[in-house]
Nanobody
Framework: QVQLVESGGGLVQPGGSLRLSCVAS????????MAWFRQAPGMKREFVAA????????DYSDTVNGRFTISRDNAKKTLYLKMDSLKPEDTAVYYC??????????????????WGRGTEVTVSS
């Protein structure tokens, strides 16, 4: 089993920045694709960004592309999401997810068996 714990959420003004972290623990953590998803109240969970294990290839949703940056430190078993130019519509609970896949990533949340509990991000003045 893999355990994921997110941190770094909070209240930020529009235009501000936050950096989320997700630390993995448990069984040997190797060859995992990882991603960030978010879920706003009353909405479905949506894909935000993903990154592969080997090549560090990244992908972003259209709504965050150019504003958010996903990265990872495999030695520290940590996934990051740097969020800049935040907008009120970015308000949501942000979840990190992991799936065994050394070369690719998924944008479908159903493909990820491991999830953190989420960290809340509120963008408001």
């Amino acid at each position: 089993q893999v355990q994921l714990v997110e941190s770094g959420g909070g209240l930020v003004q529009p235009g501000g920045s936050l950096r989320l972290s997700c630390v993995a623990s448990g069984r040997t953590f190797s060859n995992y694709a990882m991603a960030w998803f978010r879920q706003a109240p009353g909405m479905k969970r949506e894909f935000v960004a993903a990154i592969t294990w080997i090549s560090y290839t990244t992908d972003y949703s259209d709504t965050v592309n150019g504003r958010f940056t996903i990265s990872r430190d495999n030695a520290k078993k940590t996934l990051y999401l740097k969020m800049d130019s935040l907008k009120p519509e970015d308000t949501a609970v942000y979840y990190c997810a992991a799936a065994i896949n050394s070369k690719n990533y998924y944008t479908d949340p159903e493909r990820y068996p491991y999830w953190g509990r989420g960290t809340e991000v509120t963008v408001s003045s």
